[in-house]
């Protein structure tokens, strides 16, 4: 079933890849505007409810996102939060499911490990985008105007490229899937020709043969790479 409220964006990051200046993969745009919405969300007034803190407490917070909560402006927030979740393991250390550590159960170290895997944000975000993901298929799948937007991208990155496929597979019919992978693989594997290209000549850059060749689009080609991969 179609959701306006994972439409709107959607619709609103294919047509920015439409533009010039926007060079990046759309699915790329969404997940940075659902990491900035959740982390102003968690730092802000969320901290406060009971039902969030049950779960910051159990899932905590990947290392990339602890450190942009580090680096936000609200660190009373992030402080509050970390009170609670400090409390949360003191008692399981003493008497949960940690204190079996000291003996021969795996249930602590289970614990640990899963909570060094686990992130509040990072699920959350996932969540957001799974359904922007599923949307993006059925806007393909009955809007010709967007199907448009995504042949103009400038690329899908592996990961999102993959989703995307795979989202496409779940949904559409034999026929359909068909052509929808058609278009998913072009645009993928031109952005990766050129990517190729790009990074050869970086590479060949610093052969003095062709020190006084132009750059052309490889200054930042192993930026883009890594952007491109991960």
Not at 52 to 64: L, W
Not at 97 to 124: F, H, Q, W
Request: net charge neutral; hydrophobic share 35%.
């Amino acid at each position: 079933m179609l959701e306006t409220i994972y439409t709107i964006p959607v619709n609103e990051a294919f047509e920015a890849g439409l533009q010039e200046e926007t060079q990046n993969c759309p699915f790329c745009r969404l997940y940075e505007k659902l990491q900035t919405i959740e982390l102003d969300t968690i730092l802000g007034a969320a901290m406060m409810e009971p039902d969030v803190r049950i779960k910051t407490n159990e899932e905590g917070f990947c290392q990339d996102h602890y450190q942009m909560m580090l680096h936000a402006k609200n660190k009373l927030g992030l402080a509050l939060m970390l009170e609670s979740h400090l409390e949360q393991l003191k008692k399981e250390l003493t008497e949960g499911p940690l204190a079996a550590l000291k003996g021969k159960g795996k249930t602590a170290g289970e614990r640990i490990d899963r909570l060094a895997s686990t992130c509040y944000v990072c699920r959350r975000i996932d969540e957001s985008l799974s359904k922007m993901v599923e949307n993006a298929v059925y806007l393909w799948e009955q809007d010709r105007d967007f199907r448009r937007k995504l042949e103009g991208q400038p690329y899908l990155c592996l990961t999102h490229f993959k989703r995307f496929a795979e989202a496409g597979r779940r949904s559409l019919g034999k026929k359909q899937f068909a052509e929808f992978y058609g278009t998913l693989e072009k645009l993928t594997l031109s952005y990766l020709s050129e990517l190729k290209e790009d990074v050869s000549w970086f590479c060949k850059k610093f052969d003095y043969r062709y020190d006084k060749e132009p750059w052309g689009n490889a200054k930042d080609a192993v930026e883009r790479a890594v952007t491109f991969l991960k």
